[in-house]
């Protein structure tokens, strides 16, 4: 686990309260209720189909839950979400949070170039500068580990795992105060795996970024993530500090979990 | 005066329930309690699965408690491991216990050098101060500085034991949780380890270890604890499963 630098004492960034959502009669989660610090990495973990990732797209504003809140500590105030006007939900999802998603071509516009990836994120938010939006773009593209130099190139013309750091690179430009990501790691080949954590490690720690991270591969999140929420069919069934879960698992749904993981 | 605990156990329970294998429940600790002073060290003895790491780990909250308080002096107040919110456990990590578990685990491409700081880093500590005091630690613990720029989950079993070990003695935590720290040493490495544990009892810490060398026993000379002589630990008849 790696260490949280701040006493996560400050209002809490991110509230989900009470969150549910039913597709027709199929429930995707149900009653999901908890709270994301500044700076704090929270992993959601379970099999497929437990809820997770719609429960991240609830949070993102990408599906609208059937029922709950969810309470963001925005720069405006704390906002519900959920309650909001639609117009300032999606001013808020866009400016501070980030989304990332399993498969890059997703997340990114293949068509345009890696700078342009970037820029139009910086256009977005207001930049109008040209010399200014590609000196940014550059940084970025050091600080996630890309060659510079293939600013100009296709995100196709890309490995996976680095169109998975553009991708991330792409979200993180305008400074979000959370990242929502969806299994990051689980396209990618484990050698790839290694960089990217260690990518996203520093960036956590650097920018004192929150983070939600859906993943279901246990090593990830006992690496990134401080808290860890074990859902199955649609609820929480245990929560805890990373190594508690991982450790000392007390339900039988995390015993079968963790002991179902081969260990290389 | 009287000297003042720092870390207090107070009628600490514990059990495990293993749903996958018919519910079977062992009890680990029902009611044990002890007090840990500054500068004690104490030696936890015991044959294997009588709870010697699962006491370390309590005391780190790596394990939940089932009972009972964990009293630790943190800055200076009192305060309870085992109803501590994770805000808290964050920041007795952080700058209270510290803890040299028996596996490193570490993300990949980190060097070991980085790996060995990362408690000063998180204390605040200006890097390159921290990179200087991690170099001298590693070349006491006898990791060729050839090695210090590569990824410790390349290093054998003994290597990777002294980097856990650098990452738990580079920061002057009040409480130090050693679990088998000298396990895989040879005897040059483990009487450095035996000095490295002195010198930090001379700073006041309190260490507590599990040491199954009866050298290290008498070289240490610490306080024994001995769990094999804890009444209730037997293992129970499976309860009825609820799922």
Redesign the interface.
Known sequence: MT???Q???ALPLLQVRHLCKFFGRQMGCHDISFSV?PGEVIGVVGESGSGKSTLLNCIAGRIKPSNGSVLFNASMGVIDLCRCDEALMRRIIRTQTGYVTQNPARGLKMHISAGGNIGEKLMAAGMRHYGEIRKTALMWLEKVEIDPGRIDDLPVTFSGGMQQRLQIAANLVNAPKIMLMDEPTSGLDVSVQ??L??VL?KLVSGLNLSMILVTHDLAVA??LC??LYVMKQGEIVES??S??IL??P???YT??LV?SVLKP | MALRWILKLENIEKDFVFHLQQGTRIVVFSGFSHLFFPGQATILSGPSGTGKSTLLRMIYGTYKTGGGHIHVRHRGRPVDIAAAEPAMIYALRRDTIGYVSQFLRVIPRVSALDTVIEPLLALGMDPARARKKGRSLLERLNIPSTMWHLSATTFSGGEQQRINLARGFIAPYPILLLDEPTASLDVKNRQIVIDLIKEALAENTCVIGVFHDPADHSAIAGHIIDLAQIPLQEVQQPCPEKN
């Open positions: 260490r949280a630098r006493e996560h004492t610090a290694a960089r954590i260690d490690r006992r690496l401080h808290r805890g500090l190594d508690q450790d000392d007390r339900q039988p015993q079968l002991s």
